[in-house]
């Protein structure tokens, strides 16, 4: 039909950045960081709202991408969650983020400081299950 509107579409899903391994995302964190809008930058409290947004639409993929090959398998509440690695060269790993009050997602260590596997994790969570039930 001449002069209807296009049909909405869905946007196109975001993509990770460029950047790959730990080193790169810090540089990539630290330069997101410092374009971070301040509010005595801006004229008024509206003009910093916007610029905030913006910059906030380009950092939220690249948080997203921090766990890009990883399942949450826990959440502890207030933002923080253990990770499972399913791809990559830390495939079957566990980390835990806490990115919420650090802004770091660390690896899961085991008693012998090795980066704990996922029956490891497992193992030692259903461990403290019994000792807190007293079956243990």
Request: hydrophobic share 35%; proline share 7%.
């Amino acid at each position: 039909m001449r002069g209807a509107p296009a049909p909405r579409t869905r946007a196109a899903p975001r993509r990770a950045p460029a950047a790959h391994g730990a080193a790169s995302y810090r540089a990539l964190t630290e330069e997101l960081d410092a374009r971070e809008p301040r509010e005595e930058d801006h004229p008024d409290l509206g003009s910093f709202q916007d610029a905030w947004r913006e910059w906030d639409a380009e950092y939220e993929p690249f948080e997203e991408a921090r766990t890009f090959g990883a399942v949450h398998l826990c959440e502890h509440g207030c933002g923080f969650s253990t990770l499972l690695v399913v791809s990559g060269p830390h495939r079957g790993t566990m980390w835990f983020d806490r990115r919420a009050t650090s802004d770091t997602i660390d690896p899961v260590h085991r008693r012998d400081g090795g980066i704990a596997g996922f029956a490891e994790w497992y193992l030692d969570r259903l461990a403290g299950f019994e000792n807190a039930s007293g079956r243990g």
